[in-house]
């Protein structure tokens, strides 16, 4: 199994910053891309950011010049990193990876969710 633990959310000030981590461990062979997702209450899960292994990343207009997704060089840890941080911000943080797992001498694909980090901005 393909396990994701999400770090770094809390409370911060309108205009303030907080850094995301999202750790994945488990029987990982490779991770195709990951990616934060957000979902306030009432509200459907929607994607925040993305990037590939090739780098290649994609931002939600709503976070477009305030959000950096990163990865390591080993490729299992993933960041976030938000600034200009706005009350429509506030959230549960999830995230999530999709690639290929080892299991039992087969190969199989695989698409893991976190147990998600909330993220409030308010005053």
């Known amino acids: 199994q393909v396990q994701l633990v999400e770090s770094g959310g809390g409370l911060v000030q309108p205009g303030g910053s907080l850094r995301l981590s999202c750790a994945a461990s488990?029987?990982?062979?490779?991770?195709?891309?990951m990616g934060w997702y957000r979902q306030a209450p009432g509200n459907q899960r929607e994607l925040v950011a993305s990037?590939?292994?090739?780098?290649?990343?994609k931002y939600a207009d709503s976070v477009k010049g305030r959000v950096t997704i990163s990865r390591d060089n080993a490729g299992n840890t993933m960041y976030l990193q938000m600034n200009g941080l706005k009350p429509e911000d506030t959230a549960v943080y999830y995230c999530?990876?999709?690639?290929?797992?080892?299991?039992?001498?087969?190969?199989?694909?695989?698409?893991?969710w976190g147990q998600g980090t909330q993220v409030t901005v308010s005053s």
């Open positions: 990037i590939t292994s090739g780098g290649s990343t």
């Open positions: 488990g029987s990982i062979v490779s991770i195709n891309s």
């Open positions: 999530n990876a999709n690639g290929l797992r080892s299991w039992s001498g087969r190969y199989s694909n695989f698409d893991s």
